[in-house]
């Protein structure tokens, strides 16, 4: 085999995992979305059960196929799970999915975490579009990282992971283990705490 082949193999392997790894972003921040029936669709729980399936999770794919089957209309059961655990619980059971709110130290959305978030996708050569969340929502993050896994910006990839997403999320995760008693968003946190982490 010659050098110039090998690379080609090696560039056609590359490309196949960054585009994977975008996928698995962009399913992910679906899963962290307000519900909505433009993707809370049956394909889209199919494919949430497959993911589970792949990984060889039994339990968490258990629970995802009983909450389906007993679940008359998930959208709707979604949404009220959505918006109790992320907007409207109880004081001290709401999850919020905003970094600024676990590392800026003062709880309030808008901080220097979520200043630091959007500069860092500006100098990356990204903005939102979607002005409706501060740009350090969970959503926001995962869709960054899908955008720069799918051009191969490795490097980027991790140096967001370790500077700007797992400082909080672990923090995020470990309330969410707590107070989240939904399975389908249960296991949505420990997919992304699982793809992320091995990312590091």
């Given amino acids: 085999m010659s050098v110039h082949s090998l690379s080609r193999d090696q560039d056609d392997a590359s490309a196949t995992e960054a585009a994977t790894l975008s996928s698995l972003y962009s399913f992910l921040a679906l899963t962290m979305r307000y519900p909505d029936p433009a993707f809370c669709t049956e394909p889209f729980f199919d494919a949430f059960e497959s993911l589970l399936a792949s990984l060889d999770w039994p ?57 630091r978030t959007r500069a860092f996708y500006r100098e990356r050569g990204f903005d939102l579009t979607d ?24 490097d980027d990839e991790e140096r967001f992971l370790q500077t700007l997403f797992r400082p909080w999320f672990v923090r995020f995760q470990e309330k969410s283990m707590q107070e989240a008693r939904h399975p389908f968003y249960r296991v949505s946190i420990q997919l992304i705490d699982f793809f992320t982490k091995e990312e590091q």
């Fill in 59 to 115: 339990s968490e794919l258990a629970a995802v196929r009983a909450w389906r089957e007993w679940t008359p209309d998930p959208l709707d059961d979604l949404r009220t799970a959505y918006t109790g655990l992320f907007i409207t619980a109880a004081p001290g059971t709401t999850i919020p999915p905003y970094a600024s709110i676990y590392l800026d130290g003062d709880g309030t959305l808008y901080g220097r975490t979520t200043e």
């Fill in 131 to 154: 002005e409706t969340e501060p740009a350090d929502h969970i959503r926001f993050e995962l869709e960054f990282l899908a955008a720069l896994a799918g051009e191969a910006r490795f």
